[in-house]
């Protein structure tokens, strides 16, 4: 699996330059078009002020990119025409990377490139390498600025009214954002790599939200232009910054109108440091520890070992949150921790001390166990969260949390050499290669065994048999879908690519039949489905979509890319500095020492015990989803900790 993984992410630039020669639906020449061709009204002085101010502000967006480094993931699925679902995925590719936005935003831009007479297939991806740091040379990204900069920019040199020409369309709403919209063509004169389409700007502050079109080129070279629907989120106060675009071609051989392909690119994690060339030693200081020292017990030996382990758990779990893989400490993560007790309480089982888990931001289907954390990827949770009561929605997730839960208890633990904190003082481009987390063959046969054993519980019972569904559903994907089955950093659900077998095969037996014409039956879901995340805080939060009926089979679309749609609000500030600074912390302690999470500034949430684990034969917790923050009220708080 891995070196499938390997030779696919090998192959980005190839891969690119093969989807660049997908045709695109073609807009007129600009250059033959005239200025009244506009299907919009002429601006009002308020339409035109406002404009004003969303030129002003999105060259302060672009200053604030050029000072960040975040984490950038996209992925993209290849589609082909199905009788019975309209259309599939027959290939994918998944790309990770840390984007260093100064060093693609000072470079050539499309019309440079042009002029300097670029010839050859490889169009605007021929002068891509260096721009963007992959995390290791495995996932090395080859984008330059035209390719993928300006899907998050609407021009990175010259958004103004002297190169664009500008026509209101009407009053709209983005979540609560009262927006103006506004479509947009280049003026005159040299339009290849301009922006041609729609704004939807914000009206309290003028900042551009939303926009979506292409970037015009000429009759000859229109196909290196991809449509894409762009958004952003209010992070702070007065600042909104690209979090995710859509991207979809036409099949233009379908009689059918399917796609070609379709992607997605999300931005997460710019409150990153910009990364350096080697790690640097930071001095941190604890605030509001107290010395309890005199009242401390001497530690046995197993006690230490398992204090040894710890280390190592707790050092590599905080190196990956500092380089963006995991979610900042969410409500959501405390709803899967109380999964993982009920697992145990349910079978009568004791652990030394609790299972936490967190939530790795990314696509892939994965999950690991590091030491007693738990980690389920983004992508695993949003396409297992299918839609009904509160219940129903975790049931596909004991399942694999039970995966996880049987390596812990059967001592399947991480190298404790990394509680060396020596071992984990490497740049954040290196996170991968540095430290490989995925369980052995072995280990997993054993995890695999055992999780059926958890599951046994007739309390249980509906978790196995929808996870068995679940897993029919992605047997008939996987193939297809290699990218998105092969792990970053963890445990794949896949065992055997060959035999298109599962290490929880013996669950599909259990489910029901497979049926795609079935209704009532949604064996996966798309992909972001379920969780959305702020791309300032990296802190999760659960969506909470109103129910869309299925009228035919084409609307299950299982592990699909699907269009972005966000919830977007204006930023709401931590009421007082006392509920940033317990935002600020990863976790506290109560008079009796237990851990205590805090919650997310601003959301009025007093902090709560973490979840101790039940004893023998204690009930199991209460797993109900309780509200989340709205999607979309995201930036509400700093990082649970200071990344260094």
Request: avoid cysteine.
């Given at each position: 699996m891995r070196n499938l993984r390997r030779s696919c992410i090998a192959g980005v630039a190839a891969t690119l330059?093969?989807?660049?020669?997908?045709?695109?639906?073609?807009?007129?020449?600009?250059?033959?078009?005239?200025?009244?061709?506009?299907?919009?009204?002429?601006?009002?002085?308020?339409?035109?002020?406002?404009?004003d101010k969303a030129i002003a502000r999105e060259q302060e967006v672009?200053?604030?990119?050029?000072?960040?480094?975040?984490?950038?993931?996209?992925?993209?699925?290849?589609?082909?025409?199905d009788p019975a679902l309209l259309q599939v995925p027959v290939s994918d590719q998944h790309f990770?990377?840390?984007?260093?936005?100064?060093?693609?935003?000072?470079?050539?831009?499309?019309?440079?490139?042009?002029?300097?007479?670029?010839?050859?297939?490889?169009?605007?991806?021929?002068?891509?390498?260096?721009?963007?740091?992959?995390?290791?040379?495995?996932?090395?990204?080859?984008?330059?600025?035209?390719?993928?900069?300006?899907?998050?920019?609407?021009?990175?040199?010259?958004?103004?009214?002297?190169?664009?020409?500008?026509?209101?369309?009407?009053?709209?709403?983005?979540?609560?954002v009262p927006t103006m919209v506004f479509d947009v063509e280049p003026a005159k004169g040299s339009s290849r790599g301009r922006f041609f389409g729609r704004i939807w700007v914000e009206r309290r502050n003028g900042n551009i939200v939303r926009f979506n079109g292409s970037f015009a080129g000429s009759e000859k070279?229109?196909?290196?232009?991809?449509?894409?629907?762009?958004?952003?989120?209010?992070?702070?106060?007065?600042?909104?910054?690209?979090?995710?675009?859509?991207?979809?071609?036409?099949?233009?051989?379908?009689?059918?109108?399917t796609v070609k392909f379709k992607a997605v690119n999300h931005?997460?994690?710019?409150?990153?440091?910009?990364?350096?060339?080697?790690?640097?030693?930071?001095?941190?200081?604890?605030?509001?520890?107290?010395?309890?020292?005199?009242?401390?017990?001497d530690t046995s030996p197993l006690g230490a070992q398992r204090a040894w382990v710890q280390q190592a758990e707790d050092n590599v779990v905080n190196r990956l949150f500092q380089a963006g893989l995991l979610d900042a400490p969410s409500d959501f993560d405390k709803i899967l921790e109380q999964v993982a007790g009920n697992i145990l309480a349910y079978n009568n089982i004791q652990v030394a001390r609790p299972i936490r888990v967190r939530t790795l931001l990314?696509?892939?289907?994965?999950?690991?166990?590091?030491?007693?954390?738990?980690?389920?990827?983004?992508?695993?949770?949003?396409t297992t969260a299918i839609?009904?009561?509160?219940?129903?929605?975790?049931?596909?997730?004991?399942?694999?949390?039970?995966?996880?839960?049987?390596?812990?208890?059967?001592?399947?633990?991480?190298?404790?050499?990394?509680?060396?904190?020596?071992?984990?003082?490497?740049?954040?481009?290196?996170?991968?290669?540095?430290?490989p987390m995925h369980h052995t063959d072995k280990d997993n046969e054993e995890a695999a065994k055992k999780a059926l054993e958890l599951l046994q519980p007739k309390e249980l019972n509906d978790a196995g048999s929808q996870f068995g569904l679940y897993l029919a559903e992605l047997q008939t994907r996987s193939k297809a879908l290699t990218a998105l089955n092969e792990?970053?950093?963890?445990?794949?659900?896949?065992?055997?690519?060959?035999?298109?077998?599962?290490?929880?095969?013996?669950?599909?037996?259990?489910?029901?039949?497979?049926?795609?014409?079935?209704?009532?039956?949604?064996?996966?879901?798309?992909?972001?489905?379920?969780?959305?995340?702020?791309?300032?805080?990296?802190?999760?939060?659960?969506?909470?979509?109103?129910?869309?009926?299925?009228?035919?089979?084409?609307?299950?679309?299982?592990?699909?890319?699907?269009?972005?749609?966000?919830?977007?609000?204006?930023?709401?500030?931590?009421?007082?500095?006392?509920?940033?600074?317990?935002?600020?912390?990863?976790?506290?302690?109560?008079?009796?020492g237990n851990a205590i999470s805090a919650p997310p500034a601003g959301t009025g949430t007093t902090a709560v015990p973490a979840q101790a684990q039940p004893s023998a034969g204690a009930p199991p917790a209460d797993t109900t989803l309780t509200p989340a923050p709205a999607a979309g009220t995201t930036g509400t708080a700093n990082p649970p900790a200071p990344r260094q």
């Open positions: 330059l093969t989807a660049s020669t997908v045709p695109a639906l073609a807009f007129p020449i600009l250059g033959k078009k005239k200025k009244d061709d506009l299907p919009a009204r002429k601006l009002t002085p308020t339409q035109s002020a406002l404009l672009i200053k604030v990119i050029q000072e960040r480094a975040p984490l950038v993931e996209t992925y993209i699925q290849n589609m082909k025409p990770l990377g840390r984007v260093e936005f100064k060093k693609v935003l000072n470079g050539e831009t499309y019309e440079t490139v042009d002029n300097h007479k670029a010839k050859g297939k490889m169009g605007f991806f021929k002068n891509s390498v260096s721009f963007i740091t992959g995390i290791n040379k495995s996932f090395h990204l080859q984008f330059n600025e035209v390719g993928f900069v300006q899907m998050i920019l609407v021009d990175a040199h010259g958004f103004d009214k002297t190169n664009y020409n500008f026509g209101f369309v009407r009053n709209d709403f983005l979540g609560s070279d229109f196909r290196e232009f991809y449509h894409f629907d762009s958004w952003r989120t209010n992070v702070q106060e007065n600042l909104w910054l690209p979090t995710s675009f859509y991207v979809e071609e036409s099949d233009p051989k379908s009689t059918e109108n931005v997460w994690g710019y409150a990153l440091k910009v990364p350096t060339s080697d790690a640097e030693n930071v001095d941190v200081e604890v605030q509001g520890a107290t010395d309890v020292s005199n009242d401390a017990q990314t696509e892939p289907l994965e999950s690991l166990a590091i030491g007693n954390t738990i980690v389920l990827s983004k992508g695993l949770i949003d839609p009904g009561n509160n219940n129903e929605q975790v049931n596909n997730l004991y399942a694999i949390i039970a995966f996880q839960v049987a390596h812990i208890i059967q001592g399947h633990r991480l190298d404790t050499k990394y509680a060396f904190n020596d071992r984990l003082l490497f740049p954040d481009t290196s996170t991968f290669e540095k430290i792990p970053m950093v963890g445990d794949s659900l896949v065992k055997d690519v060959k035999t298109n077998t599962f290490w929880l095969q013996p669950l599909i037996g259990k489910g029901p039949k497979l049926d795609p014409n079935d209704l009532k039956q949604n064996a996966a879901m798309p992909l972001s489905s379920f969780l959305r995340f702020d791309p300032w805080t990296d802190q999760v939060v659960q969506m909470h979509a109103s129910y869309e009926p299925l009228l035919s089979s084409r609307d299950k679309m299982p592990f699909e890319v699907t269009p972005v749609y966000l919830k977007l609000s204006y930023y709401k500030p931590a009421a007082d500095g006392a509920a940033a600074a317990a935002a600020g912390a990863n976790a506290t302690t109560d008079a009796n």
